[in-house]
């Protein structure tokens, strides 16, 4: 079945630790995103990747990193920079750049906690 | 900018009772509209989309929505709701700018109750 998968499902990290949340997608889309989730906050974009080997900052992209080497894979790095980054983390893909007409589909999400 | 409101953060309905959840936009052109439904812990799941044509639209699950231009609206409804609906539900229109197409500004999410 083609679909999103993120892993770990938990993830617990001590404080000044960078961690990488994975995600891969087998539905042979090109547009990746990450999405924060906080409760009351709705989702908020962290980056985005329309192609592989390229990528853009979304809203809050401060104390986040990604990389997209293959078109299936988009991990996120969570690192000692962000100041509060226990949430829940949605991976997401799309089929391309079709002005804005692209349903997005989501994976499980890993909720990220800081102890 | 473009922005996504719903204005109600809980609802809370009885079973079989009719549900209509608020969604208004904010957005230049005529919009590419979504929404989603997600249970607690889980990923989030396309109910219905409005891109262009009839205005009232079907999706899964019995809900509908209805694109109302004059009003910058987007609401979704549902004439009959079953205890299983109960989950959050976000508002999303789709981004047509240069280089952040595709993209997609979410509403801050209604959670629905629903009481037997």
């Known amino acids: 079945d083609g679909g999103i998968t993120q892993s770990p499902k938990y993830l617990f990290r001590k404080e000044g630790q960078n961690v990488t949340l994975s995600c891969e997608q087998n539905?042979?889309?090109?547009?990746m995103y990450w999405y924060r989730q906080d409760p009351g906050q709705g989702l908020r974009l962290i980056y985005y990747?329309?192609?592989?080997?390229?990528?853009q900052k979304g809203d809050i992209a401060e104390g986040y990193s990604v990389s997209r080497e293959k078109k299936e894979s988009f991990p996120l790095t969570v690192t000692s920079a962000q100041k509060n980054p226990t949430a829940f983390y949605l991976c997401?893909?799309?089929?391309?750049?079709?002005?804005?007409?692209?349903?997005?589909?989501f994976g499980p999400g890993t909720r990220l906690t800081v102890l | 900018a473009q922005s996504v409101t719903q204005p109600d953060i809980h609802i809370t309905v009885s079973e079989g009772a009719s549900l209509e959840l608020r969604c208004n936009y904010s957005?230049?052109?005529?919009?590419?509209l979504f929404w989603y439904v997600q249970s607690p812990g889980q990923g989030l799941q396309l109910l219905l989309k409005?891109?262009?044509?009839?205005?009232l639209v079907q999706g899964i699950k019995g809900f509908e929505a209805e694109f109302k231009r004059s009003q910058s609206s987007f609401n979704l409804r549902k004439p009959s709701v079953h205890w299983s609906d109960a989950a959050e539900y976000f508002c999303?229109?789709?981004?047509?700018?240069?280089?952040?197409?595709?993209?997609?500004?979410f509403g801050k999410g209604t959670k629905l109750s629903v009481k037997p």
């Open positions: 999303a229109v789709g981004v047509k700018e240069l280089g952040s197409q595709g993209n997609l500004i």
């Open positions: 997401a893909s799309s089929i391309g750049r079709l002005a804005g007409g692209n349903e997005q589909f």
């Open positions: 409005y891109f262009s044509g009839d205005t």
């Open positions: 957005y230049g052109a005529t919009p590419y």
């Open positions: 990747s329309q192609i592989v080997n390229d990528f």
């Open positions: 539905l042979n889309h090109d547009a």
